[in-house]
């Protein structure tokens, strides 16, 4: 019971952080936040090259800063329907999107679920921890856009169409505001998981009163309670089966940078990211930093790595767009190889 106990005890802050990020997702959706930065994009002037470029920037960001979960459901939309109004290339947008979602999930704590479970072992704080990450996320938000440019070169060269200006409605509301708190908590404060869903909540409460045609049932649809409660149980189980089988964090206690990297990025598509986190942060690992490294950018290698992609693959067959995943590992293993090997010398 003890070691149940401990498991829920290690487990239940990033769960509730990224209901709140969510939550929070949903408000600045609502105010027209993220059609407003795909907006933004198409007035890049150029050709396609300009376009895909501040459209994966403006991905990372969201990723970084609303948890890259909330950057599939929301931005994945945005970039194809910017691609498309404009004429660029669409298979650029649509794996850009997930490819970068993922990589960018290492800014802050709260960018990744498995960030706060393997964190959570360690002293640092969340300022510290994304100082000591920013330049790994450069090089790998780099590496995304780069592998795509030199994929899709030729095909997002083509001129854009020029299209009607149409004003964004955007409006500087709870949902903006809740985004700007969310910031300021995952930067500040140890533990924000309590403090960005209580801000969630609130954000929420406030739309439902001043968004008439806002239902209970949409609010649910995007945090999808039930995906969240079987990822929970999982997470649980697997810390408590790590806290009575320690061979895994003896390992790891051993390992140097790139065997953890390595193994880590195995254990992710094996399993599926969040599960090999929890199997890890059950104890201290010699290597965090390099350890997420492998847990948030490889499982770009398999559809099936993280909950993310999962996500990314139902929208983009709502959004009417064709995907392959044997194009998807093809990029993934090229983002996720170029990625391990540029970063790991700027890890520190």
Known sequence: MHLLVTSVSATWQPFVLVAGLLLIGHCASRDGLFESLGRLGTRVPGRGLALFVVMMLLVAAVSA???????????????LHAAR???????AFVYGTVLMSNSASLLLIGSNLTNILVIG?????????????????????AVVVGVVLAWRWTALRGE???????RAAFRFGAGVIATLL??????????????????GVIAEGVMLVRDCDLRVRSILDVLNPLTLSVLFVVAVGIGLLARHWEAPARFMAHANVVTTTVVATLSALALNNLPAASLFAAHA???PYAMLLG????????????????????IVRREGAEVSLGTFSTLGVAVTLATVVLALPVLG
């Not at 800063?65 to 970039?79: E, H």
């Not at 072992?121 to 938000?141: E, K, Q």
């Not at 924000?192 to 801000?199: D, E, R």
């Open 121 to 141: 072992n360690t002293s640092t704080s969340p300022a510290d921890y994304s100082a000591r990450m920013f330049l790994p996320w450069c090089v790998a938000v």
């Open 160 to 166: 854009l169409v020029a299209t009607s200006e149409t």
């Open 65 to 79: 800063v609303l948890n890259l979960d909330s950057a599939i459901v929301f931005m994945t939309p945005v970039a």
């Open 285 to 287: 690992v010699a290597h």
């Open 85 to 91: 109004a404009k004429g660029a290339d669409e298979k």
């Open 295 to 314: 847990l948030d950018v490889g499982p770009s290698c398999l559809v099936t790595g993280a909950l993310s992609s999962l996500l990314w693959r139902r």
């Open 182 to 199: 969310a910031v300021v908590a995952m930067l500040f404060v140890r533990h924000p998981a309590l403090v960005v869903i209580v801000v």
